[in-house]
């Protein structure tokens, strides 16, 4: 775009500026249209050519229009310029450094969703693998099953005098999903006379051997928790006894409702407790025994007292420490007085007193102090010690 050149007057200004939308006294005159637009306006549109300081081309067929967002930005962008019209270069240099935290941003977020991604996948393949385990499981434990059944319905059947002869159908059998049924049936002219006897049907389904197995190992699981719950009460050791695995898969020539047993036997936690409270003992350690002397006749050696600090509010403006003090020597020979700042020195007057260890339950007799007075042990603050440099 060409600098800013001089004026150009429009003698009867018709169409308002193509930026602004204002009618234009002076600046820059379409060469088509007979527009004129001012001329900051004109640095500012992205649909004109400049021909020189006096005449522009703004209403070109291929010449890019402006976005409607490009106006507030160059409305901002005429506010943060100088006088000249000159952009501080750090306007710029912040731009591009918050265009870096958002791609920055942005990538983050693409990772994330990467790695969400995988987790998911790696999700859905252990779900598979659990699944097909479970099958190869219930299928092995079907057909051993259904090898049983058929040996213990393909057993000779004790004949009655009263019955014909009953005739095993062996190809009469049928498979319904997962499941094998086996029937027995006589001679059709046989029972159609009626003399024939037939034997139940047989059924085993794959739901009721895992419904079956279920049942089992959740009363094993009850069972366990229950011998845990008893022995975290008792505060014994529960290793003596089975776990769930042991009762399911016992070894071979052992009963495991024995060994369990047994176990019950050795387990003291088992013998004569139940489910009871037990009071829980306090096992700090105890104390070393301290004692104060309270011989007062030895002159050679003297003990070094305790001393604990009152606090006295509430007290006539008017009073000093020495006539507080003198009325505490009646009961405290060792007291000594300190006058301090009142909280509301108009109304009351505060002292902080020292008085022997010893004395303190006697201090706090309400018979000692004047009528109102406020006694209270003082706070001292925690003694702060410097560091040697």
């Not at 002159?299 to 006539?316: A, E, Q, W, Y």
């Not at 000692?368 to 010690?385: D, H, K, N």
């Amino acid at each position: 775009m060409a600098g800013q050149g001089k004026s150009h007057d429009i003698d009867a200004p018709i169409k308002p500026c193509k930026r602004c939308r204002n009618i234009a006294q002076t600046g820059q005159k379409c060469i088509k249209c007979d527009t004129v637009t001012h001329f900051s306006c004109v640095k500012n549109l992205k649909n004109v050519i400049v021909l020189n300081s006096e005449e522009i081309v703004c209403c070109g067929s291929d010449i890019p229009v402006n976005d409607n967002n490009d106006g507030p930005f160059y409305d901002a962008k005429d506010e943060i310029s100088h006088q000249e019209n000159k952009t501080d270069y750090q306007v710029f240099n912040y731009i591009i450094k918050q265009k870096d935290v958002i791609i920055s941003e942005l990538l983050d977020k693409i990772d994330l969703l990467h790695k969400h991604i995988e987790l998911i996948s790696e999700n859905n393949k252990l779900k598979v693998a659990l699944s097909q385990n479970s099958k190869s499981a219930n299928e092995s434990t079907t057909s051993e099953i259904k090898s049983d059944t058929a040996k213990n319905n393909l057993m000779p059947v004790e004949q009655k005098p009263t019955a014909k002869s009953i005739v095993v159908n062996k190809t009469n059998k049928n498979y319904t999903g997962n499941s094998q049924t086996m029937k027995q049936s006589t001679d059709k002219k046989e029972k159609g006379e009626g003399n024939s006897q037939t034997t139940p049907t047989t059924t085993i389904r794959n739901t009721d051997v895992s419904l079956g197995l279920a049942r089992e190992e959740t009363r094993l699981k009850m069972n366990d928790y229950i011998h845990l719950n008893i022995d975290l009460n008792n505060g014994k050791s529960s290793q003596n006894r089975p776990n769930n695995h042991q009762l399911l898969n016992p070894e071979p020539n052992k009963n495991p409702s024995s060994s369990y047993e047994n176990s019950k036997m050795t387990n003291p936690s088992h013998q004569g407790h139940g489910n009871e409270w037990e009071q829980v003992r306090n096992r700090r350690g105890r104390k070393h025994r301290v004692i104060i002397g309270k011989n007062t006749e030895n002159n050679l050696v003297k003990g070094v007292p305790k001393f604990t600090t009152l606090h006295v509010s509430r007290i006539n403006k008017d009073t000093t420490s020495e006539a507080l003090t003198e009325l505490l020597h009646k009961h405290f020979p060792e007291a000594t007085c300190e006058a301090m700042n009142s909280r509301y020195p108009d109304s009351y007057s505060s002292f902080k007193v020292k008085i022997r260890n010893d004395n303190f339950n006697k201090a706090m007799d309400p018979e000692v102090w004047p009528y109102g007075t406020c006694i209270s042990r003082f706070l001292e603050r925690r003694r702060q010690t410097t560091p040697m440099i």
